[in-house]
């Protein structure tokens, strides 16, 4: 049955404009559909070929293209087979539609997409604040938040002063290296892009 | 941190008082009750600890459910700054002699999370702790022998870190400003209770208590009334 | 609400109240809260408040090199981190395309089980403690302290083992393990009917739980549902079956169900989970010798590694339910975005919400601790 | 499945008796205090201090900021050897006790033991940074838990094997024996390198070479040219035949071979197109002119690292050579098949094409006068090199076909066709007699069809001065080379031809202070037959150019020119560098370039200035 | 002072009877290289001429020692005492190849000429050790010949470290 899979779901976007699919592994199909025709595609994912169970939503900050990719993992019971449905939206507004009334648990991850990422979906349930109430920073997991140096700036660290450090830096040693300045990602390596 | 050396008691003159004291100590060192609030995943190495196999229970250790009748915070790990506000309202409801442990990592630097936006970093900038315990997580036996310290320090009449809450509050209460931001308020006077304790010191009050003071909203007695379904109809 | 914001306030009257459920309540599994509105002692609504174990892992991910990763990704689940080790651990192998050995992948499958096992009966003892019983929790703890032992000896850390890395795990068994671990699945084994009296026949949890929380298999599905809960409700689904990872096709085994989808349901189906799980690691511990070879696959100086572009959406089935990462790899020495789908994110929030709606006070820990949510997984 | 549990069934009313039994089990209680740990037990860290060479890969790999690499004045502090005073220093209050750091270590010093229990109040709070040394923690003594094993070493220590010819087609002609990195080969090696810095503090030029291996990871050779552009214009010549202190340095080597530093630069230079390396070369050029002249004598490496430097510097250049072409001994000294010239000459080329003004076959002392070059230059730096070959004067060493290595080798580079005898000895071990044996094997094996070569070289196998590649590759090659003889003299027969070459065994070479008293055994005495002996045991500078009265002028320094710490001689117009002032050795010779082109620099504009 | 001077000192010590003549010979060695090395100085190139410099100043140093032994009293006693002269026999590594030093002698040539005068002083005192019966005197030739082998080490290190200039 696995095998066949790819197949009939590449026949079922036949109708959809813009729906391209693609098999990945033993049961993993990927399509990259376009923010139009995305509510088209799970419709028919779950309504058609029993995609019933939404496993999340993964939300991507391209930064450098302006964009956010929002990855809807299907998963059919029958099949035995996982769908990721890609799409990108513009990273400004940043919003999109709620497909809550297809699945249910989108409201969570949508919730959660909207806490991170500052993605607005547009008729989810409850986009109330759950993990970052006590946040007024921007959605920390955008690519432009720097985590590492807003905590910098917001604490201090212990500074130990301990009798054997005390006595080799009454010998002319010390601290050569502190542990933050060998930190792979503050090296700095000119034109290193991840 | 060793600008603020531990007060060791004043000697009380009487040496009938002093017995009493160390009779006190004594006892308090041999039931402690420790507030049952997993803060961390260094929580995780608790239940083993309080269960049958490491059995806390026969240093007098015992979980408790509610503040008001804890004596020791167990901070077991990170917390987040979510958290962190509620381990603040949580000590502060704590009738003293109450004590703090920090437990993993986390509580001393930071820990794994030290570029985590949602940890704060160091316990001891917020409240006064006692006693570390090592480990991330620390085994059992470690949150154990953390306890044992404790015991040795209360009955050596160390443990006074709680005084120092109240002697120094506006400086606890700048890290916690800081960090929550210039609104942050609790509904205990600790100023008062220091004036109480007969602990107030120079540094309890402060710039940062003056700012506190013009946010704070004072306290109204709360009114709850069940009234039949009589409004409702009408 | 803020804290700093609260206001005590003289509300309309009326016959309804809110109850702050958390986060330092006893009934509460880890650092979390449930506000709910109570008319009486039933429940009106519940609001699920996370967040009190928040760290930003998949930021802090993003910062961290690959190999570094693995000492963080255990900590999101702490009462069962092997999953999110071995999951971790293959998505960035199917990205890369390396072939983990024969060995390695029975020797995940023995911690994979091991660590269910332990999970299973932590759960034993917080379930039966929210109704009252605390012995199941002093005998759940201990026996499970007898599995991390066996941990600690293999990987050096009794919780947080790190002993799943990409391309295999970092050392071969220690002499003599597998007796140690076969004596001590004898021992559990045996003491399965004593929980059976202790607990599953102990008429007060049996009517405590059973009809509390029921939910049928048409919602649990359309809420998202996985795991024991949802083979609670009657259907037989489990990612080591039907999306099976590892050499879980290679092993003889059975997914218990139950059909009534209550608390109770919940209970049997992880206890009947159990005695599936020791047969794994019984298959596993005879097979085991016989197979030879390398226990990991080198792998680039983690200093240097730059896993090659790729994505991968792989899922394992924890003692929760579907545990899935996404790892985006854009071809550098860090991820570029991890996604880790946590069972418990949909139980503890949604689900739980649904479930405690129009039931008793009471109830409310023992449902939120049948589903076995795992709060730090939710905040992550 | 269902679940066999018949919960309705609530037993016998005696049931509870059943737990009477509970009676009779033992306790799972265990006793108050700390139970022994595991095997494997990742508990607080120990190191050993006589192992660790603190090159923080700890610190790098440490993914939670816990290791501070602390100074420790009196520790060994070497670079040649790839040794820092540094020890790491563990701040628990950011350890995770993962054992990455173990894992990664490269020298296997650090390791973590079964002690976990530390507890301490506020005030004691420092105990939580830590200098691990072997005793642990609390200097009481617990055994090693998590420690290195073969199973969890992260490194790799094989080095990624280079494409070479094989013997017999490698014998027949000069082509360049090594065929380079692939790029998938390059990238693999680069990847082994753990940024340590080792190679970095150990090169004489201190070339940064941990960027641009890192450069070579990521793709990016432009980089990676751009970044040893910064210290050495000789990058094609140091890519193929340096010295490679760096790797003798290299932390990797510890426990494995060596990262292949040299190889990887080699890659980048020979990988990226001569019109961008030209490109990257030029970057930084002054565009203003200084109106001040210099010369340079000799255009080996050091002579030709001064002019590139200088002449970005916007002085005039003027290099006198007094052979046909640039490059000094890396041109007339390495042969061929391990230094195509074509590869030289990019480097040449590169230097020349910045304005450097090259004056061919004009020998200083002969067509030019030091006076001379004093009047009409700022300054001068003599890069004379090591050319003149020493001779053993062992009796019958003055018979013409007694001949010294590096003439031959210049006239062989030169083109020179030359007739080899079908047996030749070569008297020596170093790098150069190897050069010798090689090429006129190869001679030989063009000539006559075989090889018939000898090295006899004064230094047993243990105390070898050339690299074992080398040895390895000529005993490949068909070379007999013979270790530990003294030669005592050459065999001259009755019709005044060569014979061969006497020479005895020799014991020991070093004393117990690694001092050379060599010690013979003369009944071990071996006549070797030759038509030709190559005498290859060292070279010396020939300073006649300078003169008597500039040589008296000078001062001197055990038989070297003395000169400052930026090779300024005693003289304030005049600077050394090279070979003649620090021995033989490329890549010092660009090092020197560059001290004396700052040097001359300095001193110019500060005499603008004043 | 030319090769033939320093043969016929050689000669001289080989020849000696007495203790104290020997010692005196001994001490006329060191003085006569220690003139020939001052001599020399100014001849060579100032680039070896800290070379001879060092040499001269050595054997001014040995002078200085031999000359300090003869004023010792403990070998009164044995000052007129006969002792029989051994055959001294000629090892000879590529060093020991006497050049003549010509008008204008290079490092490598003042150093052979040096260490074939040390080797032939080394020999000579070993074998002086071998033969004669008294104690005190067997451990003063000892120490002379020790003496003597130390300083021509010293001298086989430095030749290697130049003419071998690191074995390029």
Same mark, same amino acid.
């Given at each position: ?39 088209? #595609? ?139 300045? &060998? ?12 | ?127 006064? #702790? ?105 | ?223 998202? #549902? ?155 | ?64 900021? &816990? ?21 790491? &220093? ?521 | ?24 010979? &001994? ?142």
């Amino acid at each position: 049955m696995n095998g066949e899979v790819g197949r009939p779901i590449s026949r079922l976007l036949a109708d959809v404009d813009g729906a391209r699919c693609e098999r990945k592994g033993d049961r993993r199909v990927r399509i990259d559909a376009t923010p139009e025709n995305l509510p088209a #595609v799970l419709e028919l994912l779950k309504g058609r070929a029993g995609y019933l169970h939404l496993s999340a939503i993964t939300c991507i900050d391209w930064m450098d293209d302006g964009e956010f990719e929002l990855i809807y993992h299907l998963w059919s019971y029958e099949d035995r087979n996982l769908v990721s449905a890609h799409i990108r939206i513009p990273r400004e507004p940043g919003v999109y539609l709620s497909v809550y009334d297809l699945f249910e648990p989108a409201g969570f991850f949508e919730r959660d997409i909207h806490e991170m990422y500052g993605v607005f979906f547009e008729g989810s349930p409850d986009q109330e604040k759950f993990i970052l109430t006590e946040w007024n920073g921007p959605p920390p997991m955008r690519k432009d938040f720097d985590a590492e140096g807003w905590v910098q700036g917001t604490f201090q660290w212990e500074d130990y002063r301990p009798e054997w450090l005390q006595e080799i830096e009454e010998k002319g040693g010390g601290i050569a290296i502190k542990p933050e300045q &060998a930190r792979a990602n503050t090296r700095k390596i000119r034109g290193w892009k991840q | 941190m060793n600008d603020f050396p531990l007060p060791v008691r004043a000697e009380r003159s009487n040496p009938l008082a002093r017995v009493f004291d160390e009779l006190i100590d004594f006892c308090r060192a041999r039931s402690m009750f420790m507030l049952h609030y997993c803060t961390g995943c260094g929580a995780i190495e608790l239940p083993p600890a309080m269960t049958s196999r490491f059995d806390m229970e026969r240093l007098g250790i015992q979980p408790m459910v509610t503040p008001r009748q804890a004596d020791i915070l167990l901070i077991t790990g990170y917390v987040s700054i979510k958290t962190l506000k509620r381990v603040i309202l949580t000590y502060e409801q704590m009738g003293s002699p109450k004590y703090v442990i920090g437990i993993c990592s986390c509580t001393v630097n930071g820990g794994m999370y030290w570029q985590s936006y949602a940890t704060a970093k160091k316990l001891n900038e917020y409240l006064p #702790v006692d006693v570390y315990i090592a480990g991330c997580m620390p085994r059992p036996e470690a949150v154990i022998e953390g306890l044992r310290k404790l015991m040795g320090e209360i009955k050596a009449g160390r443990a006074n870190s709680w005084e120092r809450y109240f002697r120094e509050y506006d400086r606890y209460l700048a890290a916690q400003q800081n960090l929550f931001g210039p609104n942050w308020q609790t509904p205990t006077d600790i100023i008062g209770e220091a004036r109480d304790y007969q602990l107030y010191g120079p540094g309890t009050e402060g710039r940062h208590t003056e700012l506190l003071q013009q946010h704070q909203v004072p306290l109204q007695p709360l009114r709850m009334t069940l009234h039949s379904d009589v409004e409702k109809s009408s | 609400m803020r804290p700093e914001n609260y206001q005590a306030q003289s509300h309309p009257p009326s016959h309804e109240y809110e109850l702050n459920f958390g986060p330092n309540h006893p009934g509460i599994e880890g650092n979390y809260a449930l506000q709910v509105r109570l008319h009486g002692d039933t429940v009106v609504s519940a609001h699920a408040d996370g967040g009190y174990l928040h760290r930003g892992f998949e930021k802090l991910m993003e910062g961290r090199l690959w190999i570094q990763n693995i000492a963080l990704v255990p900590r999101i689940c702490v009462p069962d981190p092997v999953p999110m080790e071995v999951c971790y651990s293959l998505a960035i192998e199917d990205i890369s395309g390396l072939q983990v050995p024969e060995r390695a992948k029975w020797l995940r499958v023995l911690q994979l089980e091991l660590s269910r096992i332990a999970a299973h009966l932590f759960y034993f003892g917080g379930h039966a403690a929210t109704t009252g019983m605390y012995s199941p929790s002093f005998w759940g703890v201990a026996d499970r302290d007898l599995i991390l032992d066996r941990f600690e000896e293999l990987s050096g850390g009794r919780v947080y083992h790190i002993f799943n890395i990409p391309g295999g795990v970092r050392r071969d068994i220690p002499e003599g393990f597998l007796g140690r671990v076969s004596a001590l699945l004898d021992y559990l084994e045996a003491r399965l009917p004593e929980y059976d009296d202790l607990l599953f026949r102990n008429q007060v949890f049996v009517r405590r739980s059973k009809g509390v929380g029921v939910i049928d298999q048409q919602q649990a599905l359309a809420w998202g #549902v996985t795991g024991p809960n949802l083979r609670a409700t009657g259907l037989g689904f489990d990612v080591r079956r039907d999306d099976p990872y590892l050499i879980y096709n290679q092993l003889d085994f059975e997914i218990p169900t139950e059909d009534s989808g209550c608390c109770w349901a919940r209970t049997l189906v992880r206890r009947s989970e159990l005695q599936q799980s020791i047969r794994i690691c019984r298959q596993v511990i005879a097979a085991l010798p016989d197979i030879g070879g390398p226990v990991r696959a080198p792998i680039p100086n983690p200093l240097a590694w730059n896993v090659p572009v790729g994505e991968s959406y792989t899922r394992v089935e924890s003692s929760k339910g579907e545990l899935a990462y996404y790892v985006l790899s854009t071809g550098g020495e860090k991820p570029y975005r991890v996604h880790v789908r946590g069972p418990s994110a949909m139980h503890a929030v949604q689900v739980l919400e649904k479930m405690v709606t129009g039931g008793r006070l009471e109830d409310v820990a023992q449902i939120m601790f049948s589903l076995d949510a795992c709060p730090p997984e939710v905040d992550r | 499945m269902s679940s066999d549990i018949d919960y309705k069934d609530a037993g016998s009313i005696l049931a509870p008796l059943k737990n009477l039994r509970f009676f009779a089990r033992e306790p799972v209680t265990e006793p108050l205090g700390p139970r022994p740990a595991a095997e494997n037990y990742r508990g607080f860290h120990v190191n050993d201090w006589e192992l660790c060479i603190g090159c923080s890969t700890c610190q790098k790999v440490c993914d939670n900021a &816990a290791i501070s690499m602390i100074h420790i004045p009196g520790l060994p502090n070497d670079p040649v050897k790839g040794v820092r005073d540094h020890r790491p &220093a563990i701040d628990y209050g950011r350890c995770c006790w993962c054992g990455l750091c173990v894992d990664i270590c490269p020298t296997g010093s650090i390791s973590l033991t079964r002690e976990y229990v530390h507890t301490c109040t506020e005030p004691e709070l420092d105990s939580y940074f830590v200098l691990p040394d072997p005793n642990g923690m609390h200097k009481t003594h617990f055994p090693k838990g998590w420690s290195k094993t073969e199973q969890n070493d992260l490194l790799d220590h094989d080095r990624q094997p280079m494409a070479e010819m094989a013997p017999e087609a490698r014998i027949g002609d000069f082509a360049e024996i090594v065929a380079g990195y692939t790029d998938q080969q390059a990238l693999l090696e680069a990847s082994r390198c753990v940024q340590c810095g080792m190679c970095h503090d150990a090169c004489p030029t201190q070339m940064h070479a941990p960027d641009y291996i890192r450069a070579i990871w990521q793709g990016n050779v432009e980089l990676a040219v751009e970044e040893i552009y910064r210290t050495n214009p000789f990058a094609h010549v140091c890519g193929r035949v340096c010295t490679h202190k760096c790797e003798d340095a290299c932390s990797i080597g510890r426990r494995g071979t060596p990262v292949a530093i040299r190889w990887l630069k080699r890659y980048a230079m020979d990988a990226l197109a001569p019109a961008k390396v030209k490109k990257i070369a030029a970057k930084g050029k002054s565009r203003k002119k200084s109106g001040r002249k210099i010369a340079i004598v000799g255009a080996g490496p050091a002579g030709m690292t001064a002019a590139f430097d200088l002449i970005k510097q916007g002085h005039a250049v003027t290099v006198f050579e007094a052979l046909d072409q640039a490059g000094g001994m890396t041109r007339y000294g390495i042969p061929y098949y391990r230094l195509p010239s074509e590869s030289l000459q990019r480097d040449i080329d590169i230097i020349v094409s910045l304005g450097v003004e090259m004056r061919y076959r004009t020998r200083v002392g002969v067509d030019v006068s030091m006076a001379e070059l004093e009047q009409e230059y700022d300054a001068v730096v003599l890069a004379l090199g090591l050319q003149l070959g020493r001779s053993t004067r062992i009796p019958g060493s003055d018979h013409v076909q007694v001949r010294a290595a590096v003439d031959l080798l210049r006239r062989i580079a030169a083109g020179e066709s030359l007739a080899v005898p079908d047996k030749v000895v070569v008297i020596g071990g170093g790098n150069v007699a190897m050069d010798i044996a090689r090429t006129l094997a190869r001679l030989q094996k063009q000539q006559h069809g075989v090889v018939g070569m000898t090295v006899c070289a004064l230094e047993d196998f243990a105390h070898f001065l050339a690299d074992p590649e080398e040895v390895r590759e000529s005993g490949e090659e068909g070379i007999e080379i013979i270790d530990a003889r003294g030669p005592r003299h050459c065999v001259v027969n009755d019709d005044g031809t060569l014979g061969g070459l006497c020479t005895w065994k020799v014991l020991s070479i070093f004393d117990e202070q690694h001092r050379f008293a060599p010690k013979f055994d003369e009944s071990d005495e071996r006549i070797h037959e030759a038509g030709m002996v190559v005498e290859s045991i060292g070279q010396m500078t020939d300073t006649g150019l300078l003169g008597d009265e500039l040589t008296e002028a000078l001062e001197w320094n055990r038989g070297r020119m003395k000169v400052d710490a930026f090779g300024r001689t005693s003289l304030p117009w005049l600077w050394a560098a090279g070979d003649c002032v620090n021995g033989p050795d490329v890549v010092h010779a660009v090092a020197d370039g560059h001290r004396v082109a700052t040097s001359i620099n300095e001193y110019l504009t500060q005499e603008v200035a004043a | 002072m030319s090769r033939e001077g320093h043969s016929s000192s050689y000669q001289r010590l080989a020849g000696t009877r007495s203790l104290q003549e020997i010692l005196e010979i &001994a001490t006329e060695f060191e003085r006569t290289a220690r003139d020939f090395y001052t001599a020399l100085a100014p001849r060579v190139s100032k680039r070896i001429r800290w070379l001879v410099e060092e040499l001269a100043d050595e054997e001014q140093a040995h002078f200085d020692l031999f000359d300090g032994l003869i004023k010792r009293m403990d070998l009164a006693e044995h000052i007129a005492d006969r002792i029989a002269t051994p055959a001294s026999d000629h090892r000879f590594s590529d060093a020991i190849h006497l050049p003549d030093l010509g008008e204008n002698p290079d490092d490598q040539a003042v150093l052979q000429y040096a260490m074939g005068r040390e080797h032939a002083a080394m020999d000579q005192y070993g074998a002086l050790a071998e033969s004669v019966e008294p104690e005190e005197l067997r451990a003063l030739f000892r120490f002379l010949a020790n003496e003597e082998t130390e300083h021509k080490r010293e001298l086989e290190a430095r030749y290697y470290e130049i003419v071998h200039s690191g074995g390029v």
